[in-house]
């Protein structure tokens, strides 16, 4: 399966904040987005996922040739897209146990249910994986969770639901080093054909652990360089001024938006 972004501009109110971005991504393969503060990397992941406070204003996103932005958000999960957000609610009442199998029960064809006794012995062991409280089933969703908990939550989620595209949103903060291992570690045990990760993150710490075939820099709203992971490597020796001079980038402004999903972020047909 292929995710393509084409010429992706994009707006929060009158602020233009993706400014022609081209990313192509396939499943079975690792890609990692950095950048510094206020490039716009939580703003794509954000777009990609449906949030409505962002516009689109010029390009597109299809996944295998259908028009991303006009499925609202729950088409794009049943679709494979799964959002392991920096900021994950919590939600008084519902089970994580309840909440996942819910999500996962909607992926389903109409007449198809999931075995309880499978969802418990792949859960169980997820938890297991993660190392987690073994009573986190039984847990509302992220409520009284620490905010390494709550990252790691996010994980068992993607883990459980098993999307074909996952987009990992500065799951590293908050995080310590072997927190970063484990994550790290059950994000590489997904790998597969069927599946594509685009791992968004400041620091080059959490890529120590993942296993990430390309790699993009992303300023000024847009990618201005691609590689391999040598450019990890020269990022964390050197920053990114070097390549602000290479490209003539000018310092940009910090992004400071709070993501919350509604409907979908579609395109401004007008």
């Not at 929060?12 to 950048?35: C, P, Q, R």
């Not at 819910?102 to 006794?117: C, N, P, T, V, Y």
């Not at 996010?154 to 484990?182: C, N, R, T, Y």
Request: proline content about 3%; overall charge negative.
């Amino acid at each position: 399966m292929k995710l393509i972004i084409k010429n992706l501009h994009a707006k929060v109110e009158d602020m233009e904040i993706i400014k022609g971005l081209n990313l192509e991504l396939e499943t079975g393969s690792v890609h990692a987005i950095m950048g510094p503060n206020g490039t716009g990397k939580s703003t794509l992941a954000a777009i990609i996922m449906g949030n409505p406070r962002y516009t689109v204003t010029e390009g597109e996103i299809t996944l295998d040739g259908e028009d991303l932005l006009s499925m609202s958000v729950d088409e794009r999960s049943r679709k494979g897209i799964f959002l392991a957000m920096q900021y994950p609610n919590e939600i008084s009442g519902i089970t994580n146990a309840d909440f996942i199998k819910s999500a996962m029960q909607a992926r389903l064809k109409e007449g198809e249910h999931i075995s309880l006794f499978k969802f418990v012995r792949e859960m169980d062991k997820a938890v297991s994986d993660l190392k987690m409280n073994p009573d986190l089933p039984h847990r509302y969703v992220n409520e009284g969770f620490s905010g390494g908990e709550k990252k790691r939550n996010e994980i068992l989620q993607m883990k459980m639901l098993k999307p074909h595209f996952a987009i990992l949103d500065e799951i590293d903060s908050g995080l310590d080093v072997d927190a970063l291992k484990i994550v790290g570690e059950n994000v590489n045990s997904m790998r597969s054909p069927d599946f594509c990760s685009l791992v968004i993150t400041h620091y080059q710490r959490l890529l120590d652990y993942i296993q990430v075939d390309y790699v993009h820099i992303m300023m000024n709203g847009k990618i201005v360089k691609s590689g391999g992971k040598d450019l990890i490597t020269k990022v964390d020796q050197e920053g990114y001024d070097w390549l602000k001079y290479e490209l003539g980038i000018e310092e940009e402004i910090q992004e400071k938006h709070t993501i919350v999903l509604g409907t979908c972020a579609v395109k401004d047909r007008k």
